[in-house]
Nanobody, 121 residues
């Protein structure tokens, strides 16, 4: 039906950068909002960045000025550029796509499997 696939995680030293990518494919009529979330061990999943179809972005204060979400040139792909990474950014990062699938008029959330980001001190 719909597939959400993340890539680009890995191990980086504090102060370094990583770029994550999220590709959405399948029976898509319309994509509304795409977002990146993260979940560290023992913590709740939290929003990291979101991008609406109109181009509006949203970031929590913890990453504002360091992370940047944008659409890639490849269709239905968004990237998350992460700079000045800190050990507290270590988490599994998930992509979420809010989509209307073909044959439906309702928005539905689809999640990827997640990609690990580890920042060493």
């Amino acid at each position: 039906q719909v597939q959400v696939v993340e890539s680009g995680g890995g191990l980086v030293q504090a102060g370094g950068s990583l770029r994550l990518s999220c590709v959405v494919s399948g029976s898509i009529k319309r994509i509304n909002i795409m977002g990146w979330y993260r979940q560290a061990p023992g913590k709740q999943r939290e929003l990291v960045a979101s991008l609406t179809s109109g181009g509006e972005t949203k970031y929590p204060d913890s990453v504002k000025g360091r992370f940047w979400i944008s659409r890639a040139n490849v269709k239905n792909t968004v990237t998350l550029e992460m700079n000045s990474l800190k050990p507290e950014d270590t988490a599994v990062y998930y992509c979420k796509a809010n989509i209307i699938v073909l044959g439906s008029d309702d928005f539905t959330d689809f999640w990827g499997q997640g990609t690990q980001v580890t920042v060493s001190s």
